[in-house]
């Protein structure tokens, strides 16, 4: 919505916080990564909430409202490992409708700061099986039964981004539409993460649509890789968020090249080089994709020259530091 001056003429002033999400800028890891081939990185953690999911916050949200499902003022509730909590905060605190979001006790503590600074209300869920810093899926089950109780007691609209085909449709119209414009129509592979595979099912779809040769690669934690068809032997892992054994019901196999794996290690390793290098600090998932990305262009499995867009998907201010890495 662009704004007026008071004399008709028009402002580059921002209505909401909501007209910050998306149009992320990406940037060439050309100190990082100097070759064979171009590491270029979409910078998620400059939405509003820090993260990739405000996206997707957005317009289940919307969509939500434009269906009849959402009525003005509803309360909401969503199970959380953070990032969608954080962006499903902002975009109820601008359109008016209380908030409670389920997390587990594992996920970062900041996450649930940031959330409840935005004026939603966090239950932070005890861990079943997990530490702090590593989620399980039986966490998120526990997490999820304790929301599924609050919905019956409040009748809160229940977004349910694992399960929401709108989760994977604002990365259809959002994040590929922008990757494809911003390099130019040049996309050799696509990385990323998987969580609910909301980004990867939709950015992957939209991107194979404008050319079937990019190459799609998934990245799951080492020990926990579903979507390889591996048993389980790690399920304890530093990706919060992602990888917790088992293929999301969102995930689209048609647009899968091939898997990808990660160890801890190699996600400290490369967290630790995008800030030295790079000048930025991200979080955990972000470091994986990078470092698959790396291990991809170093493989031969793609040629020399590739350009390999990946995502980095929040910022490294929403965890606590883990041992083996420094402050």
């Not at 929301?147 to 229940?158: L, N, R, V």
């Not at 917790?244 to 801890?264: A, K, M, Q």
């Not at 499995?301 to 910022?315: A, Q």
Request: proline content about 5%; overall charge negative.
């Amino acid at each position: 919505m662009a704004l007026t001056n008071g004399a008709g003429v028009a402002t580059d002033i921002k209505a909401s916080a909501l007209e910050l999400i998306g149009n992320t800028p990406l940037v060439a890891l050309d100190r990082l990564h100097p070759g064979p081939g171009r590491i270029l990185a979409k910078c998620e953690f400059m939405n509003p909430g820090a993260s990739i999911k405000c996206r997707s916050a957005l317009h289940m949200i919307q969509k939500a409202k434009e269906s009849g499902e959402l009525k003005e003022g509803a309360p909401v509730l969503e199970v959380t490992s953070g990032n969608q909590g954080v962006g499903l905060a902002i975009v109820c605190a601008i359109e008016g409708h209380p908030l409670t979001l389920t997390m587990s006790k594992g996920n970062s503590l900041q996450r649930a700061l940031h959330m409840e600074a935005l004026g939603a209300k966090c239950v932070r869920v005890p861990q079943v099986e997990g530490t702090y810093g590593n989620v399980t899926l039986a966490d998120v089950k526990a997490a999820e039964a304790v929301g599924m109780k609050i919905i019956d007691e409040t009748g809160a609209y229940y977004v349910n981004q694992f399960n929401n085909q709108e989760n994977a449709n604002a990365h259809y119209v959002t994040t590929g539409p922008e990757i494809w414009k911003q390099t130019g129509h040049r996309v050799d592979a696509f990385v990323a993460t998987v969580g609910t595979a909301g980004t990867f099912t939709g950015a992957s779809r939209y991107l194979k649509e404008k050319n079937p040769n990019i190459k799609c690669f998934v990245v799951e934690p080492e020990g926990s890789q579903p979507i390889a068809g591996c048993k389980i032997s790690k399920p304890l892992h530093l990706l919060q968020g992602s990888g917790y054994g088992c293929v999301p019901n969102l995930f689209n196999f048609d647009t899968l090249d091939e898997p990808l794996s990660v160890t801890d290690e190699e996600t400290l390793h490369y967290k630790k080089l995008v800030g030295e290098k790079e000048g930025l600090y991200v979080g955990y998932t972000s470091a994986a994709n990078v470092a698959a990305a790396v291990k991809l262009l170093n493989s031969g499995k793609i040629p020399e020259d590739s350009w390999v867009v990946t995502i980095l998907n929040d910022t490294g201010l929403k965890y606590t530091p883990v041992a083996g890495e420094s402050n």
